[in-house]
């Protein structure tokens, strides 16, 4: 079968690779039908350092279930899922309280002891019965890619904007412009949020954001964007800011523009950050933050649950669309900006 493999610095390449098989009594085999690219593959893709030797990459996938273990119990051979990015058991303690994130027995696509990556024809997915979401869809069905966003880059605005405290009549800022911070616009929205400000230097960008509901776009970075947003909310700040990018800057950022009281909703993923969170700034001034990384399974059936019924379309975050073959020059187009987020057709 064929597969995407990470060899170092900005090259992957799309190769022959063994099928995987069941190995566990609870795996399932799902054959690929859309996978994408994450912002997250691109720090792997940009390392400098190669990896001891090629490793498959990828984790927002979905597809049709081509076998199960003899212990899996609500999945049948036929079935259109969806796979977050990260599975899990459903039983333990985590699972039960919807942070299947920390799952006792759960893991993460891609790594060496896992048997294959979202990117590629055919995934073995481990404890399928609390991994995969069944989507009572056909494999052509027009809403897929936006069932696709679930599986990781929806879930994780969601997150953003949950861990932020966002609710009815809220005023919120996003920082980041990328699949994230527009999905995380986007999930503000669907809370019921009264006014929502993107931080966005990319009009292409902008448009999408306001088209998921950004009532205001501040067009400048850094302590500029932190004057500008004060100056919009009579110098106080914003009650509920969401953080997805996870780099120094744009966490300097929240910090400026969080009003006293408020709360940060984290989700970037961290990198470059050198500083810390300099809790001197936020000691005095009573700042909540939350967040991490996003628990997709708990969120997926609600969010599936908008998706199907025509009130939540996170697809235009999608504007590049390839071929499986063609993924490495997906991987180039999110990383000179010239795309957003590419949708793998496999």
Known sequence: MRAVLHHGERDV??????????TEPTDALVRVTLSCICGSD??????????????RIGHEFLGVVEQVGADVRTLRVGDLVIAPFKHSCGECEFCL???QTSCVRGGFYGT?????????????????DGTLVVAP??????RLPALLTLSDVM??????????????GSHVAVIGDGAVGLCGVLAARRLGAERIILLSSHPDRAAIGRTFGATDVVEVRGDAAVERVRAMTDGLGVPHVMECVGMQGSWDTALGIVKDGGRIGYVGVPNGVTEGLALGRIFRRNVTIAGGVAPARAYLPELMADVLDGSLD???VFDLELPLEQAPEGYAAMDERRAIKVLLRV
């Open 13 to 22: 390449r799309v190769e022959t690779v063994p099928e995987p098989v069941l």
């Open 42 to 55: 691109l720090w792997p893709y940009r390392r400098t350092t190669p990896p001891e030797e090629p490793s």
């Open 97 to 99: 309280r919807g942070l």
């Open 112 to 128: 060496p002891e896992e048997a294959g990556a979202g990117q590629g024809e055919k995934v073995r997915v481990p404890n399928a």
């Open 137 to 142: 869809v056909g494999v052509d069905d027009p």
């Open 155 to 168: 879930a994780t605005g969601h997150h953003a904007a949950v861990a932020a405290g966002v609710g009815p």
């Open 314 to 316: 996170p697809s235009p």
